[in-house]
Every structure is written in structure tokens, then in C-alpha cells.
């Protein structure tokens, strides 16, 4: 693809800085890590693998998502802090959650690799200098700044323990 071909202002960065509101990226990973600490893991337990409407994921193929897209992002991020060159492919979210194993894995586990996928991720994004977390990003149909991505994995997350709030919490009956 031409680089004149992507979206230069992609619609869900305004969602994403909406959910982020004026951070910096360092900040905003680093408040992640206290809602994942937030979370409920008891409440969640309970919950187990019900889902609030038919064919919808349970809460650990949710957090699973999260782990799951996470790595993708940062692997994207890398090959763009590296200078490396190729332009990374599209993934499908649905055969992903489909073929996950996260219903055999306990809430606890899930959380615990979400934490330490954060911690690492962090740790990536503290590496990268002005210059590179300013680099121009162009993905499959669209770019963006490299330090949007970041900001993207915090509002990915955001988003997703909102419908867990909204549409799981309630089965807790």
C-alpha cells in the first residue's frame, strides 16, 4: 500500500485520546497498571465463563483480547522504533478469541499476564526517545505517530473493563 493511500487521521484515534485525555503515554501506561490492580478478581471469579447475551466472549476471553492485542501493538511498535520497514498485516480479533484457550485459564492467571504484559510494555515505551515515539506509523490502512500506540493499548483497555462493568457486573447476582 501507498503511503498515500492510509488515513492520516484514523476515527478511532479521537476515541482513544477521549479516553486518554491529555496524558503523556508514560503516564497513561503507568495508570493502566493501577485499574488492572483495581479489578475484582473475587467478583470476576464468580462470574466465571457467563456471558451477558448469546455467542459473546466471557470476561477471560475479554482479558485474554487485551494480552493478545497488546503483543501485537508492541510488536508493531518495534518494527516501527527499528526503522525495520515492512508495513505489519491485519488480524482478526474473532478467529483469535475463537481459537484461544483463555476459558481454561483462571481469571487470576489472566490478570496476572495482563500485568506483567503491561509491565513489559511500559518498559518498551520508557526505551523510546522523543524521535521515535514521534515516528510516523503506517499500518494496512491508516498511520499514526508511534506514540499512539501506546495510547491506543491504554484506551484498548479502557473499553473493555467498560463492557465488563456495564454488561458482566450485573451477572454477579
Not at 18 to 41: F, K, P, R, T
Not at 118 to 147: D, G, H, W
Amino acid at each position: 500500500m501507498k503511503n498515500q493511500e492510509a488515513n492520516k487521521n484514523p476515527e478511532f484515534l479521537e476515541y482513544v485520546f477521549e479516553l486518554n485525555g491529555d496524558m503523556a503515554v508514560h503516564e497513561a501506561l503507568q495508570l493502566s497498571v493501577n485499574e488492572i490492580d483495581a479489578l475484582d478478581i473475587a467478583q470476576l471469579t464468580r462470574i466465571g465463563l457467563k456471558t451477558y447475551k448469546k455467542d459473546k466472549w466471557t470476561i477471560h476471553t475479554i482479558l485474554q483480547h487485551l494480552i493478545d492485542w497488546e503483543r501485537i501493538w508492541c510488536f508493531r511498535a518495534i518494527i516501527f522504533a527499528r526503522g525495520e520497514g515492512s508495513i505489519p498485516d491485519a488480524h482478526d480479533q474473532e478467529i483469535m478469541g475463537a481459537n484461544s484457550n483463555a476459558n481454561e485459564l483462571s481469571i487470576e492467571q489472566l490478570v496476572h499476564e495482563l500485568r506483567v504484559v503491561r509491565q513489559s510494555t511500559i518498559m518498551m515505551f520508557e526505551s523510546f526517545n522523543k524521535a521515535i515515539l514521534e515516528t510516523n506509523c503506517v499500518f494496512f490502512e491508516y498511520e499514526m505517530p508511534l506514540y499512539t500506540i501506546g495510547l491506543t493499548i491504554r484506551a484498548h483497555q479502557i473499553h473493555h473493563f467498560n463492557v465488563i462493568k456495564e454488561r458482566y457486573l450485573p451477572l454477579d447476582q
